[in-house]
Each structure stands twice: as structure tokens, then as C-alpha cells.
């Protein structure tokens, strides 16, 4: 089989760099080891964190504004919403890195936010046992990505505008030759010009000598303790990352369809540097669950601390915390080292990897996230 380019791995950045590709009139084909949209990488869940003042770095700001776009378009041909920008708190001291953080990035973003002091934020959102001291910046275009849903459509999208797509179907060699690339599974063997590799977790097994590690982050939901309360639905308790006097924190979300009450801690247990295939899956009461708990009891009083659903999940980790994306050879493009904070991205960075793959200028600076970024420092320095 032969064909223009060949995305390897269709989950977030993989999907989104097919429906670019395919929306270009690229002859593409994609190939994904599990079925579309399932549960076993980075992308699954149900939902993801979406801002466009983004605190982990100035230059994403433009690819979070090309994620939104991108959907806005394809949700009014699809009927679909795959963001929902019901506002979100960056909550904590003064000092703490969300409130510092979400300020400066939204001045730097240009993106109009509201400071709250503790009586406001008190009075507005009673759902919080706020720490004394804590302040926060109320962000009003940020909320969340409906993840599996956008996955599934990037890929509906790009079949429906002429990709070929094969899950279910693992890619066992990368073979890169001087006229072009064959990219082999146990049932295929296709021939290509070129090859964009967007493996997520497993990026580094087919791309070897990257810095990268898989890092083991499980996902949990909550109900009230009162089942008829609105007091946790989206509207009423929108996407939050709150910074605690210890520097640790809880991040999540209000329910909506489909949807529960999410929350995550930061600064837990972490394991990371395993093999992807070798995540431990399972989840274990005291490792997992007790810390989380005890913070959602003393954070939350009208949530009920025990989860009621948790499903094993993974990041992958950079040595900056930001993305891998860009060119790695003549016929070899690679986006990966999501490290967390990905998703919103996605369509954006598809974009990206659609333009690097047909030679056009990217719509936004890329350096910061040039998988070769630590190799340029390096001879720079020689
Ligand atoms: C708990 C958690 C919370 C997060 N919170 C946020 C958030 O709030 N906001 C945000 O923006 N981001 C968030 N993220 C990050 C975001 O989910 C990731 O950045 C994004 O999902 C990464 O997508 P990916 O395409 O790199 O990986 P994946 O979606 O895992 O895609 C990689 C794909 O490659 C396939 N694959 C691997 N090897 C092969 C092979 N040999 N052959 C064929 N296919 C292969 C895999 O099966 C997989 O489908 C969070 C992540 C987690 C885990």
C-alpha cells in the first residue's frame, strides 16, 4: 500500500494532525493500535481542563486560540460542542502559582479576567472551605474539552474528507530509507513519504532517545453528599486549580451530562519512568485514593470523599514540561510529551503538525516545543 503520509497513534494529537492532514487533501492514512477514542492512553475520561491563559507557558496561548477555532468550526458542521467555556477559578494565597500564574498568563494572553477576594470568592462559590488568605482569578472563557467525543470526531472528520483509517492495528517498525518511509504492523506494510508519530505514552518506543517518561496519574469522581443538590453541577461549580498553604492542591470540575463531579490532586504519590505497557492499572485504596479523599473531605464539605468512579490514566512527561512537536527527519514528524496539559491543544498542535508536514509556515511560534530544543542549547553552549 502507498500512500502520502502515514499519522501513527490516534488519540489526541494524532487524530487532530489526521483531520488536518485530510482537510488539506493529503493522502493520509491512520493507524491506532486500539479502537477510536478508547480508554487505554492519555485521552480518555470524559473531560480535560481548557484555558487560553495558559500558566505553563506564553506560546501556547495562540495554539489554545487555534484549538477553539478549529472546534467552533467543526461543532457548527457537526452540531456538536466539544468545549464548554463555563469559566474557571485559579484559586489560593496570593502568592500561590495558580493566582500568580493565571494573572500573568492572562495579561500576557490579552484575556479579560476578574480578581476575587476571599469575601467574594466566599459569597460566590459557598461549595469552597477556603484556607484563610485565599484569593482567586475567576478566568470566564476557560472550561472544559469534552475529550473522547473531540478524539472520535477529529477521526470522523478526517474520514469523511478522504483518510483511510486502521485501528485496532499496532505499528511494529518505522523503517526510514533516503525516498521515502515503510511503516510496518502485523497485517500491513505501507510505503509513504512521510511519517507523523504521535504514540502518546509509547512515543519513545517507536522514536527511541527521546526524553520523555510516562507518568501514572489515575482520574477520580465525586458525588454530593446530598445526591439532589445542584451545588456541583458544571454551572455552579466550574473548572478550578487550587493551590492549599502546603503547595499541594486540588484541581476539577462541577458535573454536567455525561459527566461527574472530577478531582484531582496535585503533588501526590507519582510514579512515572515505566514502560507504558507495564502501567499498573489497577487502583489501591491507601496509595490512590486515601490522600485525595482526606483533601476532598476537608475541601469540599457537601461532596461526599468517597469516589465513586476511578479510571487508571497516564501523562507523559518532558524534562521543561512542555510538548515535543516538530520535525525529526526529513521524513519523520513527531508531537508527544504532553506532560498533563495537552488536550486543550490538540486540534492546535494538529494544525501544526499538518503545516511542518506539507512545508508550510507555521501560524505560530514553534521553538518551544522543537523536540531538538535541548540539542540546540547543547551546541549552542559548545
Ligand atoms: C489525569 C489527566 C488529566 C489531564 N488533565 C488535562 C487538562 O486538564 N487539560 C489538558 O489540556 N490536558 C490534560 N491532560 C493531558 C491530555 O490528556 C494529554 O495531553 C493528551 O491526551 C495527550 O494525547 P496524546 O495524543 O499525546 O496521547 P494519547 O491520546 O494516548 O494517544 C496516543 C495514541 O497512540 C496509540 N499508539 C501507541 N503506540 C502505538 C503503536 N505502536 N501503533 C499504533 N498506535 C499506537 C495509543 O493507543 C494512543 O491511542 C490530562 C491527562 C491526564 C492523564
Redesign the pocket.
Known sequence: MRTDVVV?????????ALWRLAARGVDVVG????A?G?P??????T?????VACLEHPGLTPI?RKSLALWTELGERTGETYVRQTGSLNLGGPGSRPVTGARKAATAAGAAVTELTHDELSARFPQYALEDGNVAIWDPGAG??L?EPT?RAHVAEAERLGATVYPH????GIDLRSDGVTVR?PTLEIEADQVVV??????G??VPGLPLSPRR???FWFQPADPESEAFRLENFP?FIWEFADGRGL?GHGSGDGFGVKV?LDGGRQVSGFD?DELDRSIRPLDDIAELAAAVGRAFPGLDPAPVQAIP????ESPDGQ?LVGRQDERLVI????????????AGVGELLAQLTTKETPYTDVSFIDPNRWTATTQQHR
Open positions: 501513527i497513534g490516534l488519540g489526541a494529537f494524532g487524530s487532530a493507524i491506532e493500535r486500539q477510536i478508547h487505554l492512553g492519555s485521552s480518555h475520561g473531560t480535560r481542563l481548557f484555558r489554545a472544559i474539552c475529550a478524539v492495528t499496532m505499528v511494529t504492523t504521535c504514540a502518546g505514552a509509547w512515543l518506543n517507536l496519574t489515575p482520574m473548572a484541581w484531582g507504558a490514566c497516564m501523562v507523559t510538548f508531537a508527544g510529551g504532553d506532560s498533563g496539559h495537552g488536550f486543550k491543544h490538540c
